[in-house]
Structures are given as structure tokens and as C-alpha cells.
Nanobody, 126 residues
Framework: DVQLVESGGGSVQAGGSLRLSCVAS????????IGWFRQSSGKEREVLAA?????????GGSSSMRGRVSITQDKANNAVLLQMNSLQAEDSAMFFC???????????????????WGQGTQVTVS
């Protein structure tokens, strides 16, 4: 079974930074991608960033976090990291990572319909 486990969330002051981690286990596909999303109460899920096993990166075009997030791979730990900077109160949300096969990555990521999802990690900015 595929499992995705997020970590790194917590409380931070406005202007601060956080780095989230998503560790994947199980077989997703010969190639695959992992994306990060956020969702706050009463709002739609927002795409943030994704990266494929080949290293190709996608960022959410309309996200208010664009330019303040960067996604990287930590291959040694089979993790994908999301660095978030200049956090503001409106960035508070539950952050999720998700995964899908590489062949459907772009469409799955941009539509927010990736196949496998983690349980999320809460980020609170005050």
C-alpha cells in the first residue's frame, strides 16, 4: 500500500519560515510525482507545487504562495520537501502531500485529483 506521511507543520510567527516534509512508501509507479496542496476552512484546495521523480517541477499558477514556496527532493530519505517563506496569517491551513504516476502527473496535480493522499499537517501563522 502507498503511504504518504507529512511532517513539519506547526505554529510560526508572521514573516517566518517552515519546511514541510512528505515521505512516501509503497509502489506508486515506475515514475511518479509528489505534490503539495493546502486547504483552509471554507476554501477550496489550492495547488502549491509538485515534483516528478525526474526532477521536473510545477508550481501553482494562481496560488498566493507562488514565489514564496519551493519544492525539492530528498532522495536519500525518499522525501519531498516544501520550503515556505515569508509566511502570513492567511497562509494558515492544512497542508497535504499527494502522489500519482508520472504519466498523469501534470493534469492530476493541476486538477488536485492525485491518486494517493497523506493525512495532512497543520500550519498556523500568527
Amino acid at each position: 500500500d502507498v503511504q504518504l506521511v507529512e511532517s513539519g507543520g506547526g505554529s510560526v510567527q508572521a514573516g517566518g519560515s517552515l519546511r514541510l516534509s512528505c515521505v512516501a512508501s509503497g509502489y506508486i509507479g515506475r515514475t511518479y510525482c509528489i505534490g503539495w496542496f493546502r486547504q483552509s476552512s471554507g476554501k477550496e484546495r489550492e495547488v502549491l507545487a509538485a515534483v516528478t521523480t525526474g526532477g521536473r517541477k510545477y508550481y501553482g499558477g494562481s496560488s498566493s504562495m507562488r514565489g514564496r514556496v519551493s519544492i525539492t527532493q530528498d532522495k536519500a530519505n525518499n522525501a519531498v520537501l516544501l520550503q515556505m517563506n515569508s509566511l502570513q496569517a492567511e497562509d494558515s491551513a492544512m497542508f497535504f502531500c499527494a502522489a500519482d504516476r508520472g504519466s498523469v502527473c501534470r493534469d492530476a496535480y493541476l486538477s488536485g485529483r492525485m491518486k494517493f493522499w497523506g493525512q495532512g499537517t497543520q500550519v498556523t501563522v500568527s
